[in-house]
Nanobody, 112 residues
């Protein structure tokens, strides 16, 4: 059974930085694409970024140039470095691994 556990969320001021981690355990495939989604208050869940097993990446336009996704295959861990955070980045952030595994989410609040 695969488990994804996120960490690193919290409260940060606008312009600040945070790094999220997602540790995968269980029978996750080394070829799995991993990614981050978020659900802002009152809105639907949306894709933030994803990374393939060979480290090809893709980002939502709203976070390009500010967020960086990376992974450590030896540790089955994916990271999301978030810089220049804005209030509109406030959301619950979820880790995802193909084909259908989700973490429980971690809250990020960007506020002065």
């Amino acid at each position: 059974q695969v488990q994804l556990v996120e960490s690193g969320g919290g409260l940060v001021q606008p312009g600040g930085s945070l790094r999220l981690s997602c540790a995968a355990s269980g029978s996750i495939r080394s070829s799995a694409t991993m990614g981050w989604f978020r659900r802002p208050p009152g809105r639907k869940r949306e894709l933030v970024a994803w990374i393939t097993s060979d480290s090809t990446t893709s980002y939502a336009d709203s976070v390009k140039g500010r967020f960086t996704i990376s992974r450590d295959n030896a540790k089955n861990t994916v990271y999301l470095q978030m810089n220049s955070l804005k209030p509109e980045d406030t959301a619950v952030y979820y880790c995802h691994a193909t084909p259908f595994y989700w973490g429980k989410g971690t809250q990020i609040t960007v506020s002065a």
